[in-house]
């Protein structure tokens, strides 16, 4: 079995909360690191999410101390959404 992690950086142009955080975290980009599985058995090559964790603080706030802290995927992707319609 291969596992593969990606790294993405996603923008907040307002503060937002997730349910993994105690306190909101201000506006800014972060780094989103995805660790998935390849699923054996099937006629193509798939992948499935196994762990979706973001750094904090802001890559922009970042002075060499930071967290990488375990989201839900669905969680941080509304709050994204939430935050393009403020």
Known sequence: ???RTTE???TFSHPFR???LSDPQPAGTYRVVTDEEEIVGVSFRAFRRT????QIPAIEF???SSQIILVDPIELTAAL???KQA
């Open 1 to 3: 079995m291969t596992d």
């Open 81 to 83: 959404e939430k935050d």
């Open 18 to 20: 997730l349910s993994a």
């Open 8 to 10: 993405t950086e996603i």
């Open 51 to 54: 762990s979706t964790m973001l």
């Open 62 to 64: 970042s002075r060499g």
